[in-house]
């Protein structure tokens, strides 16, 4: 049930989780616990990472194809 979870919402937690070695858990909690502590303001911090690390994947792809336009 968390990988579907994780899956649909972007993966921010997991790869904050990965590159700071701190259990994702821990993380999606603090996410929670801030919401509502801050009236949902680390929403937008939460949804301007998804949009960087989509950004970031779709330059990786760009440059690895064979066609470059």
């Known amino acids: 049930m968390q990988e579907l979870i994780e899956k649909y919402a972007f993966g921010v937690c997991t790869r904050l989780g990965e590159k700071f070695r701190i259990p994702t858990s821990s993380i999606r909690l603090?996410?929670?616990?801030?919401?509502?502590?801050?009236?949902?303001?680390?929403?937008?911090?939460?949804?301007?990472?998804?949009?960087?690390?989509?950004?970031?994947?779709?330059?990786?792809?760009?440059?690895?194809t064979i066609w470059y336009y």
């Not at 949804?47 to 690390?53: E, N, P, R, T, V």
């Open 30 to 64: 603090s996410f929670i616990y801030a919401s509502f502590l801050t009236f949902g303001s680390p929403i937008i911090l939460y949804l301007a990472l998804a949009f960087i690390m989509n950004f970031r994947k779709m330059l990786r792809r760009r440059n690895n």
